[in-house]
């Protein structure tokens, strides 16, 4: 008797982000980490998104775990394309389509907190704490959002992350950077004067 194989189920849900949409699957769609698209160029590793990219509204496209987030243009309206996307988006799975290729690359992958020089101990450390706080209080509520936090960098008291997906260009993004995730940082580091995001 063969196994009965689970369809992926799409629906979707708006974000803090008026011009970004996510899409959420009842299945895994991509491992590892999460890959972001700003272009039709850029996306030659992910199927899914070259797919996506043929609609001329589509800005770009975040892939992570069950959840696609993409961020549109100005032309059109969410409401006019939304149910499109999700059924174009479950067609396009359930035909047996990878939303990413896994490629070499992705096995090599160094996490972006870990710090090349071991003689930086002191500052290994302290990167090593500041990831484990985003990892537990914020990412989650960030990629509820349909977005992605990175820890980038900490020099001279200042905490440098990347936002991907539905917080790159959030109109939100400034005021929870600066009210949520910098006094988090703060209140558990004294270390942490400030954070900043390399790109807003």
């Not at 996306?43 to 975040?62: D, G, N, R, T």
């Not at 160094?110 to 002191?122: H, K, L, M, R, Y």
Request: include cysteine.
């Amino acid at each position: 008797m063969t196994e009965l194989k689970v369809p992926h189920t799409i629906y979707a849900e708006n974000t803090p982000n008026p011009v970004s949409m996510k899409f959420v699957s009842n299945k895994l769609i991509a491992e590892g980490n999460p890959k972001e698209y700003l272009d039709f160029d850029s996306a030659k590793e992910s199927p899914l998104a070259i797919k996506l990219f043929q609609f001329p509204f589509v800005k770009s496209v975040f892939i992570s775990g069950n959840y696609i987030t993409i961020n549109k243009t100005d032309m059109i309206n969410w409401e006019e394309v939304t149910n499109e996307l999700r059924v174009m988006i479950g067609n396009f799975l359930n035909e047996g389509n990878l939303a990413i290729t896994p490629t070499a690359k992705d096995k090599k992958h160094t996490n972006a907190s870990e710090i090349p020089d071991n003689s930086q101990v002191i500052s290994s450390k302290l990167d090593n704490k500041i990831s484990e706080i985003l990892d537990e209080y914020i990412r989650p509520a960030v990629e509820q959002d349909g977005g992605a936090i990175q820890f980038k960098s900490f020099e001279k008291g200042i905490v440098t992350v990347t936002l991907r997906g539905a917080c790159s260009g959030c109109p939100s993004a400034s005021l929870t950077l600066k009210s949520g995730i910098e006094q988090l940082l703060k209140r558990l580091m004294p270390e942490v004067k400030e954070v900043i995001a390399d790109e807003m």
